[in-house]
């Protein structure tokens, strides 16, 4: 196995991607082809949720994220400590509520 080649690509981070967009919500939908995150900012003070950025991604790829960030939260825990969550599940609401006229964008 030392023998083998590790693949190797590169990168191109535009600077306009590299600042990055903050979000505290992420909405995630799917359908039988596609998983859809929305990633969102809801501050205080600030009527309503704003869509930061949108990741369409197949079913396979969703699953390899998943495992992703399970692996990287996990090793992030083993350094830093537990992340609490609390009791509360944060962060989740009904769709419905944000339809065209009572809060999302479209």
Known sequence: MENEEKKQFSLELKPEIAKGNYSNLAIISHSHSE??????????????PEIVSRIVMNPEHAKRLMNALADNISKYEAQYGQINIGSEQKGTFNLADFANGNGAKS
């Open 35 to 48: 998983f859809i995150i929305d990633f969102a900012e809801m501050l205080p003070g600030l009527p309503k």
